[in-house]
């Protein structure tokens, strides 16, 4: 994207509506695949505005995927996660920026967990894998 038109396009949007789209950038970066964002802000008393999830193949792609996140967020936003869950494991890693919390998981954890189904009532939005 053109850095003028990319400029114009983030000032449109909230901070964290940007910060979710650039989470979206780095999953792509690594081939994340089932990238849903949940729009948490209508729901009272949720905890933060969105959730940006995705599954990896395997314990190297879930790890991949959150380096790729980080270093993306560090580059394009300057923001690091103010917390950071499960990178020992690589089962299901928890990435929090506070506004946005990434759920990157290994696939057959993401179907046991199931987090879509538990908020239900966010808005939800399922981004094409680039294959």
């Not at 901070?15 to 081939?31: A, P």
């Not at 967020?73 to 506004?99: F, M, Q, T």
């Not at 919390?101 to 908020?119: C, G, S, T």
Request: glycine share 4%; proline share 2%; charged share 30%.
């Amino acid at each position: 994207m053109h850095l003028v038109n990319k400029i114009w396009f983030y000032m449109a949007k909230s901070d964290s509506e940007v910060l979710s789209d650039v989470i979206v950038e780095g999953m792509q970066e690594n081939k994340a695949e089932d990238i849903t964002v949940l729009d948490l802000r209508h729901i009272p008393g949720a905890v933060t505005d969105f959730f940006v999830i995705c599954s990896g193949d395997s314990n190297t792609h879930v790890e991949g995927i959150t380096n790729a996140v980080k270093r993306h967020v560090r580059k394009e936003l300057k923001e690091r996660p103010w917390n950071e869950e499960g990178k020992n494991n690589a089962i299901w890693v928890l990435l929090d920026y506070v506004d946005v919390v990434v759920h990157i998981f290994y696939k057959e954890a993401r179907e046991f967990y199931d987090i879509e189904d538990l908020w239900a009532d966010a808005k939800r939005k399922d981004i094409p894998n680039l294959s």
